[in-house]
Protein backbone atom coordinates (compact mmCIF):
# COMPACT_ATOMS: atom_id res chain seq x y z
CA UNK A 1 0.00 0.00 0.00
CA UNK A 2 1.49 3.25 -1.30
CA UNK A 3 1.49 5.69 1.57
CA UNK A 4 3.52 9.14 1.51
CA UNK A 5 2.95 11.61 5.22
CA UNK A 6 3.58 14.85 5.54
CA UNK A 7 4.73 16.28 8.78
CA UNK A 8 6.32 19.62 9.95
CA UNK A 9 3.86 22.16 9.20
CA UNK A 10 2.02 24.55 12.03
CA UNK A 11 1.88 28.43 12.39
CA UNK A 12 4.72 30.66 12.55
CA UNK A 13 5.18 34.39 12.41
CA UNK A 14 6.84 35.96 9.47
CA UNK A 15 10.58 35.49 8.91
CA UNK A 16 10.12 32.15 10.83
CA UNK A 17 11.52 28.65 9.14
CA UNK A 18 9.56 25.61 9.12
CA UNK A 19 10.94 22.02 7.98
CA UNK A 20 8.60 19.84 6.45
CA UNK A 21 8.77 15.76 6.18
CA UNK A 22 7.54 13.58 4.14
CA UNK A 23 8.14 9.98 4.67
CA UNK A 24 7.20 7.59 1.87
CA UNK A 25 6.45 3.96 2.01
CA UNK A 26 5.02 1.09 -0.80
CA UNK A 27 7.20 2.16 -3.51
CA UNK A 28 10.98 2.36 -4.32
CA UNK A 29 11.39 5.43 -3.38
CA UNK A 30 14.70 6.52 -4.85
CA UNK A 31 13.60 5.59 -8.47
CA UNK A 32 10.73 8.62 -8.14
CA UNK A 33 11.14 12.32 -8.40
CA UNK A 34 9.72 13.63 -5.35
CA UNK A 35 7.69 17.06 -5.29
CA UNK A 36 6.24 19.54 -3.01
CA UNK A 37 3.01 21.65 -3.83
CA UNK A 38 0.92 23.47 -2.22
CA UNK A 39 -2.35 25.21 -2.13
CA UNK A 40 -3.56 27.93 -0.59
CA UNK A 41 -7.94 29.00 -0.55
CA UNK A 42 -9.27 29.79 -3.74
CA UNK A 43 -6.34 29.25 -5.33
CA UNK A 44 -4.86 26.52 -7.92
CA UNK A 45 -2.13 24.04 -6.28
CA UNK A 46 1.15 24.90 -7.66
CA UNK A 47 4.37 23.26 -7.93
CA UNK A 48 6.81 24.32 -5.22
CA UNK A 49 9.91 22.95 -5.48
CA UNK A 50 10.86 19.18 -7.28
CA UNK A 51 14.18 16.79 -6.73
CA UNK A 52 14.69 14.02 -9.67
CA UNK A 53 15.83 10.41 -7.95
CA UNK A 54 19.44 10.36 -8.75
CA UNK A 55 21.52 13.04 -8.79
CA UNK A 56 19.89 15.36 -6.63
CA UNK A 57 18.84 17.72 -9.56
CA UNK A 58 16.46 20.37 -7.87
CA UNK A 59 13.46 22.92 -9.40
CA UNK A 60 11.77 25.68 -7.51
CA UNK A 61 8.94 27.91 -7.95
CA UNK A 62 10.49 31.43 -8.50
CA UNK A 63 8.57 32.54 -5.44
CA UNK A 64 10.61 30.51 -2.88
CA UNK A 65 13.90 30.40 -5.21
CA UNK A 66 16.24 31.19 -2.32
CA UNK A 67 14.14 30.64 0.56
CA UNK A 68 13.12 27.08 0.19
CA UNK A 69 15.29 24.48 -0.10
CA UNK A 70 14.34 20.71 -1.16
CA UNK A 71 16.52 17.35 -0.38
CA UNK A 72 15.44 14.25 -0.02
CA UNK A 73 17.15 10.91 1.91
CA UNK A 74 16.45 7.56 0.03
CA UNK A 75 17.63 5.28 3.48
CA UNK A 76 14.92 6.69 4.98
CA UNK A 77 12.03 7.10 1.72
CA UNK A 78 12.02 10.53 3.09
CA UNK A 79 11.94 14.04 1.55
CA UNK A 80 12.10 17.43 3.44
CA UNK A 81 10.99 20.61 2.53
CA UNK A 82 13.11 23.64 4.76
CA UNK A 83 11.56 26.47 4.90
CA UNK A 84 12.77 30.03 5.60
CA UNK A 85 12.27 33.29 5.46
CA UNK A 86 8.66 32.66 5.65
CA UNK A 87 5.99 34.85 4.16
CA UNK A 88 2.36 35.37 4.84
CA UNK A 89 1.61 34.35 1.10
CA UNK A 90 3.27 30.90 1.87
CA UNK A 91 0.19 30.07 3.71
CA UNK A 92 -1.01 27.31 2.43
CA UNK A 93 -1.72 23.09 2.07
CA UNK A 94 1.77 21.60 1.25
CA UNK A 95 1.76 18.38 -0.59
CA UNK A 96 4.18 15.63 -1.27
CA UNK A 97 3.83 14.19 -4.85
CA UNK A 98 5.97 11.01 -5.82
CA UNK A 99 6.36 10.87 -9.64
CA UNK A 100 7.37 8.02 -11.79
CA UNK A 101 6.24 6.93 -15.26
CA UNK A 102 2.59 6.86 -15.14
CA UNK A 103 2.50 7.03 -11.71
CA UNK A 104 1.90 9.92 -9.43
CA UNK A 105 1.42 9.72 -5.57
CA UNK A 106 0.06 11.98 -3.24
CA UNK A 107 0.00 12.75 0.44
CA UNK A 108 -2.89 13.82 2.51
CA UNK A 109 -1.23 17.16 3.26
CA UNK A 110 0.27 19.53 5.45
CA UNK A 111 -1.01 23.13 6.80
CA UNK A 112 1.18 25.85 7.03
CA UNK A 113 0.04 29.49 8.19
CA UNK A 114 2.33 32.24 8.35
CA UNK A 115 0.83 35.14 10.47
CA UNK A 116 1.63 37.19 12.72
Known amino acids: QVQLVESGGGLMQPGGSLRLSCVASGFTFSTYTMSWYRQAPGKERELVAAIISIGGLTNYANSVKGRFTISRDNAKSTVYLQMNSLKPEDTAVYYC?????????WGQGTQVTVSS
Open 97 to 105: KARNTGRDY
